[in-house]
Structure formats: structure tokens, C-alpha cells
């Protein structure tokens, strides 16, 4: 793949061939907006990354991104431009937490194969591709005035044991605080009791991004229903692997987690 790339520079012309702004967060977690000509075809890495009907794109960076990647876009005519983007590191904390369930933290083979087909639930619900630009509104707080207790990205060692990045916000609460839609979009998965994010909702607001809201005492949405920013999603909890009453809430690119902070200060509402 880099011998390939190194050669298409080598003979791509010097100038740009044409127009391709982006804005937004070159750093691991972040989030870029973009246009191009349209009827462009754009890939990231490799992946592609659909395109609305006036060129405009939208892709997310992985939390732990090598420090640089490759945009590739062919526009209508053929043309390509690859751009080599150079993306910011990040540090990342150490994030002890206790008082979790022992048998959540090392789960048995038989709960392990649960959990994994659970998994596997989350990961179709989140790569869903929905077309209709929801994400447009921007992404405001689901949860009025929560003191947040967890942040994205840290190094979780629960009970001792080290675990996967923390790949979310917590917003601490009362159990029965209202949770509200982040932004304009489609209910992708409402599941009760799964085993490690319990009451959990996957809502995609289009082009690759979703919202997911965990660890809820009670769930107000179905399956396919459409909701507005703002609307009543469900409450704080602490179903499945929780120590406390919190929501966690996630935003994904297709299955690249980004930091919500970053999102929610890189797109926010438009009121
Ligand atoms: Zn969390």
C-alpha cells in the first residue's frame, strides 16, 4: 500500500487538482468535515467515506491513529488526489475504577461468548450506512447539567486489572435523570439487559456517525424510530458493568470511537 502511494505522488502533478477543504480535529479521537467536487469519491485509510450530493464528507480518527493518514479522492472525471494528513497525538490517562462487578472484569468462557456475540450486535448496529444527513443539526449534551466522571480515551485498570480504553464520556447522575437524543437521527439498536452496557441505545445520524447511550434504568425509544435532538431517549442507570449511576455516552465513526468532547465542540447544535 505505501509503495503504491509514494508512486502516485511521484507522478501526480505538483499543483491540486482540484478543491478539497476540511475543518474540524486532525487528532487521534477527532473529527473532519469536508467538501470536494461533487460526485468525488473519497476513501480514509482505505475506507470509503460516503459522500452527500453537494461533495460534502465527514470522517473520524481513531484513538490510537498512526501520526499520519491517506485521503484519497477521485473526483467525476477521474482525477486523484491523495493528501497525506498528519495527525496530532494525544495523551492519554491512567483511569483506575473499582467497585466493579469482579465477574464483569474476568468473565467465565460461557459469559465471554455472550458478550462477544453481544459485540458482534453493537458492531452491525453501528455500521449501518444511513444517508440522510441527520448529523446536520450538530451534537448537543444528552444529559442537562451531569457532572462528568468519566472522560475518552483513558487507560481503563478496573478492579486492578487493566482493560480496554475507555471509549466514552460518563456523565454522573441520579438514576431516572431524562437522557435526550444528541442530534437528529434513526434508533439503530434499543436492546434491554445486555450484559456489559445493559439498557443500551445505538441512535445513526447519517454518513457514518452514531450515538450510543449505555448503562440506562429505563429505555423510552423502538427499533427504526426516528427522533429530533432533544427528544426524551431514556434515564440514568446502572444497568450491566457500572460501579455508579452514569450515562456513557459514545460517538462513533462507523466502528472508529471518537471522543464525544471533541464532537460536541467541533459540530455543535445549530439551534
Ligand atoms: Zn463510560
Do not use: C
Amino acid at each position: 500500500m505505501k509503495a503504491v502511494v509514494t508512486l502516485l505522488l511521484l507522478i501526480a502533478p505538483p499543483a491540486l487538482a482540484f478543491d478539497v477543504t476540511m475543518s474540524g480535529r486532525m487528532e487521534q479521537g477527532g473529527i473532519v468535515t469536508g467538501a470536494a467536487p461533487v460526485g468525488s469519491s473519497i476513501t480514509y485509510n482505505g475506507r470509503t467515506v460516503p459522500t452527500n450530493t453537494r461533495g460534502g464528507f465527514v470522517f473520524g480518527i481513531d484513538r490510537d491513529a498512526a501520526p499520519s493518514a491517506v485521503l484519497t479522492v477521485t473526483d467525476s472525471k477521474g482525477a486523484v488526489e491523495i493528501r497525506t494528513l498528519t495527525i496530532a497525538k494525544r495523551d492519554w490517562k491512567i483511569d483506575r475504577v473499582d467497585g466493579v462487578p469482579q465477574s464483569l472484569v474476568t468473565p467465565d468462557p460461557e459469559l465471554t461468548a455472550k458478550i462477544i456475540a453481544e459485540n458482534k450486535i453493537m458492531a452491525a448496529a453501528r455500521n449501518q450506512l444511513e444517508l440522510a444527513p441527520f448529523y446536520e443539526t450538530g451534537f448537543m449534551r444528552p444529559v442537562e447539567g451531569g457532572r462528568i466522571s468519566g472522560v475518552f480515551g483513558g487507560q481503563r485498570i478496573l478492579n486492578g486489572t487493566p482493560g480496554s480504553p475507555h471509549s466514552g464520556l460518563d456523565f454522573a447522575g441520579p438514576i431516572g435523570t431524562p437522557i435526550r437524543a444528541s442530534a437528529d437521527g434513526v434508533v439503530a439498536l434499543q436492546r434491554p439487559d445486555m450484559i456489559m452496557t445493559g439498557n443500551t441505545v445505538v441512535i445513526n445520524h447519517g454518513y457514518g456517525l452514531e450515538t450510543v447511550y449505555i448503562h440506562m434504568s429505563k429505555i423510552h425509544v423502538t427499533d427504526g424510530q426516528h427522533v429530533k435532538q432533544g427528544d426524551l431517549i431514556g434515564e440514568i442507570g446502572m444497568t450491566g458493568r457500572a460501579n455508579g449511576p452514569h450515562l456513557h455516552f459514545g460517538i462513533t465513526w462507523f466502528n472508529t470511537r471518537l471522543d464525544p468532547e471533541t464532537v460536541l465542540a467541533t459540530l455543535p447544535p445549530k439551534g
